[in-house]
């Protein structure tokens, strides 16, 4: 079985016709907390050094999303930052962008007929956002 997935090449990439493209792996807060807050072996170490891998050989991205930002507030500061610092290297400076903005911008770009491009579902440059 085949699924959509969005596929990303960064600005030196697209000058090379034969470079891979990134694939955008969302990693929901579940997935997260256990690749950082690993307590003892478990397969979450291994999937952590698998993503990890995979970003810094471009193979990959893994953007920030409005449900991480909710559920790390709960967390306490050090935990917090340790979660954010892990996904934000991860993003490539991406975002997700929140579900029902997304859900109403597929929908008027179905009615009209309009391109879905990438910015459809993720903000950009989230680099300059203060941490």
């Known amino acids: 079985m085949v699924r959509n997935h969005i596929l990303y090449r960064c600005v030196q ?7 891979e493209r990134k694939i955008c792996i969302y990693l929901d807060q579940f997935a997260v907390s256990d690749m950082v807050e690993l307590e ?10 698998v993503v990890i891998d995979l970003k810094e ?5 893994c953007p920030l ?5 909710i ?3 709960q967390k306490d500061i050090k935990k917090a930052r340790i979660h954010d ?3 934000y290297n991860l993003s490539n400076g991406f975002s997700f962008k929140p579900e ?7 929908i008027s770009s179905k009615i009209r007929n309009n391109n879905i491009p990438l910015q459809t579902y993720l903000y950009e440059n989230i680099n300059n956002v203060s941490r």
């Open 40 to 49: 003892m072996e478990s397969i979450w170490e291994e999937i952590r050094k």
């Open 13 to 19: 990439c697209e000058k090379d016709e034969n470079s």
């Open 100 to 106: 029902l903005f997304l859900t109403s911008q597929l």
């Open 65 to 69: 999303s409005p449900e991480h930002y």
């Open 85 to 87: 610092e892990f996904l």
């Open 57 to 61: 050989n471009d193979k990959i991205f």
């Open 71 to 73: 559920k790390t507030s």
